[in-house]
């Protein structure tokens, strides 16, 4: 068992409790207030001159394989979890308070993959595992257009197994954007099967407009991550109760 003794504990709640206690058993917070007792042999940490808040979740991270993406366009088998490093130092997400991560499998291809829910801290892979799989992330925009050519040259070329030209990756438009992944849809994955949310990372307020459509079309759960624009199209977000990780435009000083 350990006690924190707070200056100030900030619940998530809007409740704010001025030198409260918070005890915690194998690891879990199980009971915040303003007095409680203190067992034998409990470690008591002194936070008399600090404020204590809830962790923080950062919605979108890409601390997958320091955020590469595979060559291909379409990879809907790519999986954050086999390139995240459970044992890297997260030191700088702890000291800023950041507890949780969604992290993406990458994000410069159509679709990159599925992501995964992790706690920045715990004993081991088991512990700090919430969600394995969650999320098909899927990237709208000029980012994901052009895709690299894929070369797969014979392990013996010959007359009759001659080398080829290098094959052209798609899309290359916003249109070849959701033709590509109308193709996909109609492959087994999870577009086809639905068993995960898109993910859907786009910034122009027609491409959050496109891709609430598409999802519509295609019978799936959606999240709009960056959205920048997401205000002017705001009345359709409500309407449709479209969930958004919204990165308000901000530089120093001020805010947009």
């Known amino acids: 068992v350990t006690i924190v003794r707070a200056g100030r504990v900030y619940t998530g709640t809007g409740e704010v409790i001025d030198r409260g206690m918070i005890r915690i058993e194998g690891g879990r917070i199980v009971e915040v207030g303003a007095v409680m007792d203190i067992p034998a042999g409990a470690a008591v940490i002194d936070a008399l001159g600090q404020v204590v808040i809830p962790g923080l979740v950062d919605a979108q991270a890409t601390v997958a394989d320091e955020g590469r993406d595979a060559e291909e366009s379409i990879a809907q088998d790519i999986q954050a979890l086999d390139g995240y490093d459970f044992y890297q130092s997260n030191r700088r997400q702890l000291s800023g308070g950041v507890t949780t991560v969604y992290v993406s499998p990458g994000s410069q291809r159509l679709v990159s993959g599925i992501g995964a829910v992790l706690k920045t801290a715990g004993r081991g892979p088991k512990e700090r595992t919430i969600a394995p799989l969650h999320g098909l992330r899927v990237t709208l925009g000029e980012t994901s257009k052009n895709p690299p050519t894929i070369f797969n040259p014979p392990t013996r070329a010959s007359a009759d197994r001659p080398l080829t030209p290098a094959r052209r990756q798609y899309p290359s438009s916003r249109m070849g ?16 099967d639905r068993s995960q949310p898109l993910v859907v990372t786009a910034h122009a307020a027609d491409d959050l407009v496109k891709a609430i459509l ?41 805010r947009d």
């Open 177 to 192: 954007q959701f033709a590509e992944l109308r193709r996909a849809a109609a492959l087994p994955g999870p577009l086809r």
């Open 214 to 254: 598409f999802a519509e079309e295609a019978r799936l759960r959606i999240i709009l991550a960056g959205a920048e624009e997401a205000p002017q199209v705001a009345d359709l977000l409500a309407e449709k109760k479209i969930p958004v990780s919204f990165n308000p435009p901000s530089a120093p000083g001020r």
